[in-house]
């Protein structure tokens, strides 16, 4: 006798290298608390030392400020969010908590559609690519060599590293939604069980149900002796 759970026959319960997609996701969690917090260490000592991040005229063309204090003070508090919102779904896969896990689901489905709208602003403006290149700086790595490349293949080659990127991020999207579905399967008391023999199929109550309606009956009544 083989008992199946309906959540786990319409999608995977493992992302990539066998793992599990709990395992994933907190992996995935991790990494991301890594990069966000060695990018909040980077912002804190462009803070602490405003002139080691100001780069002259003769670096950028002109006198150009990498960022002002206002402009810090709001990119660490949205790394500071970032890094508690990355807890959040870590802690969330760890200890089994499905809400926890959604506003970490909610970023990667705006960081998709931000780089979705990437891909369609250089498929519709194709020639915004050799304007962006003509502003950099003149001594740019390889701005030379970009500039000469046939601008048809340029754009080609950025449109499928991009495809390659929300391939990716398309892929860690499921990965984490699986994991909420996985939670929010086991720890839901209404899923049902299906109870699978070799020649009948049975579809059992649930357990909370089935011990209340035991409950409810009378006893049956005592023996008499003869």
Same mark, same amino acid.
């Given at each position: ?11 995977? /319960?493992?992302?990539? =290298? ?21 990018? =909040? ?23 150009? #400020?990498?960022?002002?204090?206002? @402009? ?15 807890? !959040? ?25 931000? @780089?979705? =709208? ?12 050799? #304007? ?14 970009? !500039?000469?490349? @046939? ?46 023999? /070799? ?18 009956? #009378? ?8």
């Amino acid at each position: 006798m083989k008992m199946v759970a309906p959540w786990t026959r319409f999608y995977s /319960n493992s992302c990539c =290298l066998c793992c599990h997609v709990r395992t994933g996701t907190i992996l995935l969690g991790v990494w991301y608390l890594i990069l966000n917090a060695v990018v =909040l260490l980077i912002l804190l000592s462009a803070l602490a030392d405003p002139d080691h991040y100001h780069f002259s005229s003769s670096e950028l063309g002109g006198d150009f #400020e990498f960022m002002d204090d206002a @402009n810090m003070c709001i990119a660490i508090a949205i790394t500071v969010l970032m890094i508690l919102i990355c807890a !959040m779904a870590t802690y969330g896969a760890y200890k089994q908590h499905a809400a926890w896990i959604i506003p970490f689901f909610c970023y990667q489905i705006f960081d998709f559609a931000l @780089n979705t =709208l990437v891909a369609v602003t250089i498929l519709v403006y194709p020639n915004s690519i050799q #304007e962006y290149i003509r502003q950099l700086p003149p001594d740019f790595p390889y701005k030379d060599d970009i !500039m000469s490349v @046939n601008p048809t293949c340029l754009v080609l080659i950025i449109l499928l590293f991009i495809s390659i990127i929300l391939a990716f991020k398309g892929y860690l999207i499921s990965c984490v939604w699986n994991c909420y579905r996985y939670i929010n399967g086991r720890n839901s008391s209404d899923v049902l069980v299906y109870v699978t023999s /070799n020649d009948t199929t049975v579809l059992l109550p649930p357990y909370d149900d089935a011990t209340m309606n035991g409950a409810t009956k #009378e006893p049956p009544p005592p023996y008499v002796s003869a």
